[in-house]
């Protein structure tokens, strides 16, 4: 189709651009400058760009967002419509004249609950139209303008007025927290609080004044995923109504509540997470989700469903696409501060969604008459985000490829025109000698084909030998693809070939590939991961006698239990890790009291448990290893990853060293503070050239 082919050959001129004369190698800090964009709204007429843009803040210890606009048609260069520094979420209204957003001020140096904001679409002074406890969630615009919709955490005792917690006169407000769910923190939310669950509120802006906001629905569940009725006389939302939820199998449905307030009803329900949903023409509803098997797995692969007007069972509509609806790829570059518009939208008969197969995320149309999936985007590439005019027929994307960070594009559906809108590092990246990887596919030990990619320093000499780095994804259910990702770009400035691979257990290969490792991992996935090593030893591009291998997470477990398995690594960075499962089990944010990873609990079967904890084989290491571990990170907590590591080698007098970053959680690399993020990097490769290089480090004398 012509909109496929236009954005293919755009995306390919981009990738393929030869690094201009003179330029120089990517460096860490050039982190500093770059420029995210978040968020990408297309107006209702698809004349207008609204979308949000995130810098690094001036002390280079945070980020900064704001609200820029660019035209569809490109007329115009993108310009900022506020100054932030924490605006986000914005939104149209139905007419297209009127802009609601969150801003969180600014109060002695800390950010206060977001309220939502209002400004006219062309720009100018925002008045705030909220005043909510403990502030608001997203905007959502009722189809008639007059109402927002969104979610707030207000609970009747923040509701009431009384004197001021801790002030003169006034009552003690206990600090004590009594617990009774099983999930009871959340890595980068802290501890969450059941007596505050989300709920839905309505606030009038026709008219209206600021803080005029009433509350829908009330009770012990959560409530999100808002969305009107086309009639605008009901607001949709997603919950799943289980006090425990991490005890049972999921179970989200879609409920709804009509504009005047009043008992919820259950519109939509699977046995299973209905996740993002959009209601469609003559009463259709299509959501992505997936229904819980009868036997417990370990990755659960996202199917399209469809209900049909009048309701009924829903319909899985994508049984014969085995691969990732809703999808998205694993990298270090995403908008650290603002989300991303990945909707299901209803256009010319049919829905747009994003799709993740083989590397590639992509932006796919649905055709319900056919039970089809087709992709709208071709080429290399990842859609990151995506929004569509009220028609359909102008969308704007979000991509992101090996060498440019995120580029705002505009498609028209009817013509097939494409046109970049916003290239917020192009002059940055026009001074930097980038390459796009090389991909590859090899043969593993018992004949699973592995797609792999191979980053190569600028100004690679075919037919010498490199030092690799073996980069290992987490997940483990995640993919690596085509983004870019400045950690790989950096290593290899750095002079080292970095083999990132998808081993068995990543997604976007399909169902039976991403499940295969289940009560396996680490092991398999291990061989795969040492077949490409391998691979790059024969073609003659990797140094058998200086290899490196990293990985973060569920790499991390990997990057532990490889050297465990094997002396061929030189050094090892191990990043917020697991080391032992039976103390991650009792310790981490989450719970596995469904049989997904392991057959029971520890004390039901610790002999598995044992068996997969790189810490029991601790004493066949010998491999100097760097720990790297987030001080707030409550996904893969130190005391259940680094810290055991690091005390059994250190007491066998192996070359360790662990490195704590203090205030980050589990997302140190992805959306940790600037200069974290660059001195993480620092660490990681200054181990490498110390063991693989041999440059001396003082910092890192441990013997």
Not at 233 to 247: C, G, H, L, M, Y
Not at 389 to 418: E, I
Not at 428 to 441: A, G, H, R
Not at 499 to 521: H, K
């Amino acid at each position: 189709m012509r909109l496929a082919v236009a954005l293919a050959l755009l995306v390919a001129a981009v990738t393929a651009a030869v690094p201009p004369a003179g330029a120089r190698p990517i460096t860490e800090t050039d982190l500093f400058r770059f420029v995210w964009i978040a968020d990408p709204r297309i107006s209702p007429d698809g004349r207008q760009v609204v979308f949000v843009r995130v810098t690094v803040d001036a002390k280079k210890e945070g980020y900064e967002t704001a609200l820029w606009t660019v035209p569809a048609d490109g007329s115009q260069p993108a310009h900022a419509l506020t100054d932030g520094p924490r605006d986000q979420a914005p939104r149209w209204s139905p007419d297209g004249k009127t802009l609601a957003f969150l801003r969180a001020p600014v109060k002695d140096g800390k950010p206060e609950p977001p309220q939502i904001h209002l400004m006219a679409a062309k720009g100018g002074k925002a008045r705030q139209a909220s005043a909510v406890v403990r502030g608001a969630g997203p905007p959502v615009w009722s189809p008639d303008g007059r109402s927002l919709a969104f979610t707030c955490e207000a609970n009747a005792k923040d509701l009431q007025e009384r004197p001021k917690e801790g002030g003169k006169g006034g009552p003690r407000t206990s600090d004590v927290r009594v617990i009774t769910r099983s999930v009871y923190r959340f890595d980068g939310a802290g501890y969450l609080d059941a007596a505050r669950p989300g709920h839905v509120w309505v606030l009038d802006v026709d008219g209206g004044k600021k803080g005029a906001a009433r509350q829908l629905t009330s009770g012990a569940y959560d409530e999100d995923g808002l969305s009107w009725s086309p009639d605008g006389t009901r607001i949709f939302f997603t919950s799943d109504r289980v006090k425990d939820p991490a005890a049972v199998p999921p179970d989200t449905d879609i409920y709804s509540v009509a504009r005047a307030g009043g008992e919820a009803r259950l519109e939509v329900s699977i046995d299973g997470p209905i996740n993002d949903y959009s209601l469609g023409p003559d009463g259709q509803v299509a959501f992505v989700g997936y229904e819980n098997p009868k036997a417990v797995r370990s990755h659960d692969q996202q199917d399209l469903f469809l209900v049909r007007p009048g309701g009924g069972a829903p319909v899985n509509q994508t049984t014969a696409y085995d691969n990732d609806v809703d999808g998205a790829l694993i990298g270090d570059q995403r908008a650290p501060r603002a989300g991303l518009a990945t909707p299901l939208v209803w256009s010319n008969g049919g829905l747009l969604v994003k799709t993740a197969e083989r590397g590639v995320g992509a932006l796919s149309r649905f055709d319900p008459s056919g039970r089809s999936l087709t992709r709208v985007t071709t080429g290399n590439q990842e859609v990151l985000g995506f929004s569509a005019s009220a028609d359909g027929g102008t969308l704007a994307v979000l991509v992101s490829t090996p060498t440019v960070l995120n580029d705002l594009l505009a498609l028209d559906a009817r013509s097939g025109q494409t046109r970049v809108l916003y290239q917020p590092n192009a002059a940055l990246f026009s001074e930097l000698d980038l390459t796009p990887p090389e991909e590859i596919e090899y043969t593993s030990f018992d004949g699973q084909r592995i797609q792999s990619w191979i980053q190569k320093p600028p100004g690679y000499v075919a037919g010498q030998r490199y030092p690799v780095i073996l980069n290992i994804h987490g997940g483990p259910h995640a993919a690596y693809g085509w983004l870019f990702m400045h950690e790989f770009q950096w290593m290899a400035a750095k002079g080292y070939v970095v083999l990132y691979p998808n081993p068995r257990g990543s997604t976007t290969y399909g169902a039976e590939f991403g499940n295969v490792i289940q009560y396996r991992y680490p092991g398999d996935d291990y061989l795969d991961l040492m077949a490409g090593v391998d691979e790059l030893v024969k073609r003659g591009i990797a140094d058998p006698e200086r290899l490196g291998v990293t990985g973060g997470s569920g790499g991390g477990v990997l990057t532990n239990w490889a050297i465990t398995q094997t002396d061929r690594f030189k050094a090892a960075v191990s990043q917020r890790s697991i080391s032992d499962w039976a103390n991650w089990w009792y310790t981490a944010d989450f719970t596995q009291f469904q049989p997904e990873w392991f057959r029971g609990a520890p004390f039901e079967v610790p002999q598995e448990f044992a068996e997969r904890s790189p810490i029991t084989r601790a004493a066949r290491i010998r491999t100097p290893l760097m720990l790297i571990e987030g001080e707030a990170d409550a996904r893969t907590p130190s005391t259940a990853g680094g810290e055991p590591m690091f005390r059994a080698l250190r007491y066998r007098k192996v070359p360790t060293v662990m490195v704590k970053f203090p205030g980050e959680t589990h997302n140190l690399s992805r959306s940790g503070g600037p200069w974290h993020r660059v001195e993480r990097l620092q660490h990681i490769v200054a181990w490498f050239d110390r063991y693989l290089l041999g440059k001396p480090t003082i910092e890192y004398d441990v013997d």
